[in-house]
């Protein structure tokens, strides 16, 4: 018996195609939003180090200052005033430290994603063969 393949039948197979694949796209989107996400945190993260940075010399250059002044003119307000200096510069610290970290999980995810979508791809190629 012979099976005739007419538009009907096509059209089901598309439809069919269509469907297995919709995972595919989906992960393709969501790699794609993310990678948009990325460049633009990306982006911030450089604007924010190079802020950051800058306010880091002035900090440092004003904490080096204040210990001259310390070392010949040892007051209690000077020695709080450093320390105050000091604690805005760990937080400087840490404020970069997270921009690093937050970049870091995006690539991380988006890594997963391309694993996943690949690995869609891998299975939707065996049941291609299958049917």
């Known amino acids: ?25 989906n992960l393709e989107t969501r790699i794609n939003e993310l990678e948009k996400d990325i460049r633009c945190r990306q982006k911030i993260k450089d604007d924010i180090l190079t802020n ?12 080096w200052h204040m210990r001259y002044i310390g070392l010949t003119n040892p007051r209690l ?3 709080g005033v450093l320390g105050q200096l000091i604690m805005i510069e760990k937080q400087i610290s840490n404020e970069i430290t997270s921009c690093f970290k937050d970049v870091i999980e995006l ?13 869609t791809r891998q299975k939707l190629k065996l049941m291609d063969f299958k049917v």
Not at 52 to 63: A, F, H
């Open 107 to 119: 690539k991380e995810k988006l890594n997963q994603f391309r694993e996943e979508l690949e690995s």
């Open 1 to 25: 018996m012979q099976h005739k393949y007419n538009n009907k039948k096509r059209g089901e197979d598309n439809l069919l195609s269509t469907f297995l694949r919709l995972p595919v796209r």
């Open 77 to 79: 307000d000077n020695l």
């Open 52 to 63: 950051l940075g800058s306010r880091r010399l002035q900090l440092e250059d004003k904490i």
